[in-house]
């Protein structure tokens, strides 16, 4: 099977950084991606990664270590609407595809 | 486009009857996915289909629950008889591929009293 593991919850204070970390397992993979959500919301795309190394969007970067089953998503100039959820997902490669989610991580971000 | 659309957004019914949760995905998406999320157990993915086909219902809790696509544009999740146990959010999303970005309907949060 498969399965991934983030942190419940971190708390950071605004204009901050913080890192969301995710380890995972699983037989095989196309990639890790990254959603954000708020309360109340439904879940939004913030990147992926198909291959080792950083990708960066804005204030969010995101990275994956295949090697060492890990990635991470990394927001700079922490805001206060970047309070909310955040989930890594893997593309499963077995049976076609399917994308599997992990717990999620509740971030809050304080003044 | 006006994304993928869920109904009802919110649905409250008796233990014992029938729920029936409706999804029009994105057009041209290929594949479509159904999860459930509590705080207990997260996302869950029960059903996903490519091209209007099951390819995976694993994740389904048991025989009350079933899924159908008839067609590209509409897919149905069904619960009968319906239990307290199911209450939860039910997300529909659809991709137009694998390893690019899935697209989440509002949701539909199911009450089961």
């Known amino acids: 099977g498969q399965s991934l593991e983030q942190p419940s919850e971190v708390t950071a204070v605004e204009g901050a950084i913080v890192q969301i970390n995710c380890t995972y397992q699983t037989s095989g993979f196309y990639g890790l991606s990254w959603y954000q959500q708020h309360d109340g919301g439904a879940p939004t795309f913030l990147s992926y990664?198909?291959?080792?190394g950083l990708e960066e969007t804005g204030r969010f970067s995101s990275f994956l270590s295949r090697s060492d089953s890990y990635g991470y998503l990394l927001l700079q100039e922490l805001q206060m609407k970047d309070s909310a959820s955040y989930f890594c997902?893997?593309?499963?490669?077995?049976?076609?595809?399917?994308?599997?989610f992990g717990q999620g991580t509740e971030l809050s971000v304080k003044p | 486009d006006a994304g993928v659309i869920q109904s009802p957004r919110h649905e409250v019914t008796e233990m014992g009857q029938e729920v029936t949760l409706r999804c029009k995905p994105i057009s041209g998406h290929d594949y479509l996915f159904w999860y459930r999320q509590t705080m207990m157990r997260g996302l869950e993915l029960l059903i996903y289909?490519?091209?209007?086909?099951?390819?995976?219902d694993s994740g389904m809790p048991e025989d009350r629950f079933s899924a159908k696509m008839p067609n590209a544009s509409f897919s149905t999740l069904k619960i009968q008889p319906s239990e307290p146990r199911d209450s939860a959010v039910y997300f529909c999303a659809s991709s137009s591929r694998i390893d690019t970005e899935a697209f989440f309907g509002q949701g539909t949060r199911l009450t089961v009293v």
């Open positions: 990664n198909a291959l080792d």
């Open positions: 997902a893997l593309w499963n490669n077995n049976q076609g595809g399917k994308l599997i």
């Open positions: 289909f490519n091209n209007n086909v099951p390819i995976d």
